[in-house]
């Protein structure tokens, strides 16, 4: 029987639903059956609305956002345990009624809200079933810069983190957890895009010509409408992404039809091959949008209008290099972006292929549930001290 695991997601965004495919797919390359479970969803319609609805919030109100991520939720105040509290049983319920049905071997957490739960039910154990089974191993994968304190709880076999930084921020809650450093996960395409003459071919945009990538993350935040209209008029060739953002696909369609140069997409599967056709890619501070530019070897422009963790991440990619920040008002992302595509500098490599999955793969072997353990040996108990060895730069505090 293939071993199971469950991954809890949480449909605030894209990113989570990324690193779980990503996930997904790399335990099925190990051998495993992995199914994902929307956080959200499991909160019940109300509860997955009103999160939602206050997140969207948030997020429209900067400064706000600010206040509660630095000053609760990294530092572990009463305001974000009891935040954490709300959800949890509700979700440790629900969790423990869909495992009943189908146990799972090891529970994976690439969402904040899920890690709680996971914890909890690890350390009350599997549900009564006609045979006994072992507790399921615990894995949290956090792929911002920095973990805040829901991310971290006691009771977690493995922490998976993608920076030095990271591995001290979880350790700032859980002095003893076992963490591993791992290269951010990213999907297949971007580790085999297309060659930028043929992305370029395709999609309409002249071989020699100045070319960014222009998007605001899944629900198309940030002024994207406005800094491709600032671009286009300097003659910059501009893949604009509106995501998921009906409202702002509908204007950049109308942008399109009185300036050529702006390329208008709503939410597509194309994004390796408009990263690949670009000399730039201009977005917001996402991890994962990042980690998919880098890995097709493209320098960033971040706009600082992402709040929270979007600001930590922004200061992690600047130090990581090839990247830097603007603004978000047009003008001065266009005056940004000029200045940057004017500099002169060697084209940064790919990160190799390849290299998330066996990081991966080698962290999983180190709490016995690689491919050569099966669950419940003693190889790699998680109860064992220390660190899981680094498996990417990061864990040195640089990349290449």
Do not use: K
């Amino acid at each position: 029987m293939p071993r199971r695991a469950v991954i809890l997601s949480g449909s605030l965004g894209m990113g989570h639903d990324v690193v779980s495919d990503v996930v997904s797919a790399s335990l099925a390359g190990l051998g495993w059956q992995a199914r994902t479970l929307d956080c959200m969803a499991l909160l019940g319609p109300r509860a997955s609305w009103a999160g939602d609805w206050v997140f969207r919030r948030l997020m429209a109100r900067p400064g706000i956002f600010d206040g509660l991520h630095f000053a609760h939720l990294r530092t572990g105040s009463r305001l974000a345990a009891a935040m954490d509290r709300a959800a949890t049983p509700r979700l440790v319920s629900a969790l423990r009624e869909v495992l009943a049905g189908e146990p799972a071997d090891m529970i994976i957490s690439v969402f904040a809200a899920g890690v709680s739960a996971t914890a909890e039910l690890a350390a009350s154990g599997p549900p009564r079933t006609a045979s006994p089974r072992p507790r399921p191993r615990t894995v949290v994968l956090c792929p911002d810069a920095l973990p805040h304190a829901t991310w971290v709880r006691e009771g977690i076999d493995l922490f998976l983190v993608t920076s030095a930084p990271g591995a001290a921020a979880v350790r700032r809650y859980a002095p003893g957890a076992r963490v591993a450093v791992v290269p951010p996960p990213v999907r297949p395409a971007f580790a085999h895009p297309p060659p930028r003459p043929a992305a370029r071919s395709s999609l309409g945009v002249p071989a020699d010509a100045r070319c960014v990538l222009l998007m605001g993350g899944g629900w198309g935040l940030g002024p994207v409408e406005g800094a491709a209209r600032a671009l286009a008029a300097a003659g910059v060739h501009v893949l604009a992404v509106a995501g998921h953002n009906a409202r702002l696909a509908a204007r950049l369609r109308d942008l399109a039809g009185t300036s050529p140069l702006v390329h208008p997409y709503g939410f597509t599967p194309r994004i390796a091959e408009l990263m690949s056709a670009s000399d730039l890619v201009v977005t917001l501070p996402g991890a994962l949008t990042c980690a998919e530019g880098r890995s097709v070897g493209r320098n960033l422009m971040l706009l600082d209008a992402m709040p929270g963790h979007g600001r930590e991440n922004l200061q992690h990619e600047l130090e990581l290099g090839g990247a830097g920040a603007c603004n978000p008002r047009p003008p001065e992302i266009a005056a940004s972006v000029l200045a940057a595509l004017d500099r002169p500098g060697p084209a940064r490599p790919a990160r190799p292929p390849g290299e998330w999955d066996q990081a991966f793969a080698a962290a999983m072997v180190s709490i016995g549930v690689g491919p050569e353990h099966q669950p419940g040996t003693a190889a790699g108990h998680p109860e064992a001290a220390g660190d899981v060895a680094a498996a990417d730069p990061a864990a040195a505090g640089t990349r290449p």
